[in-house]
């Protein structure tokens, strides 16, 4: 199953860059790596990054991520995968644009 996290386009710039990342500030703030389901991710993107345009959606194949992938209860006691390890690079399956449209942001079809 693909799993999705939302970044900055600095912090996806930087990402590729290293290689790998431990996150966003959040992240890094709270010890693991924040993803959403595709169930999940529309409300995510809405929550977290209302008003901002330049965004790219990643998906990660979570069977790639091992043990140090938790699903821990979350907004309204969903389980949301969290990854308590550094990213690599060589997990992402694939990135997409995310703009911000009229009425919230345009995910891919390939996630619709």
């Known amino acids: 199953m693909l799993i999705?996290?939302?970044f900055r386009r600095p912090e996806w710039d930087a990402f590729r860059a290293?290689?790998?990342?431990?996150?966003?500030?959040?992240?890094?703030?709270d010890g693991f790596i924040h993803f959403s389901t595709a169930v999940q991710v529309a409300e995510t993107a809405a929550k977290h990054f209302a008003t901002e345009?330049?965004?790219?959606?990643?998906?990660v194949d979570e069977a790639r991520l091992g043990a140090d992938l938790?699903?821990?209860?979350?907004?309204?006691?969903a389980l949301f995968p969290h990854l308590y390890r550094a990213l690599d690079l060589t997990e992402v399956v694939w990135d997409?644009?995310?703009?911000?449209?009229?009425s919230g942001h345009i995910f891919p079809e390939v996630l619709l």
């Open 4 to 6: 999705y996290k939302i």
């Open 18 to 29: 290293a290689g790998q990342t431990l996150g966003a500030p959040v992240d890094l703030a």
């Open 53 to 59: 345009s330049d965004l790219v959606l990643v998906a």
């Open 70 to 77: 938790k699903w821990e209860p979350s907004r309204g006691g």
């Open 96 to 102: 997409h644009a995310l703009p911000l449209g009229r």
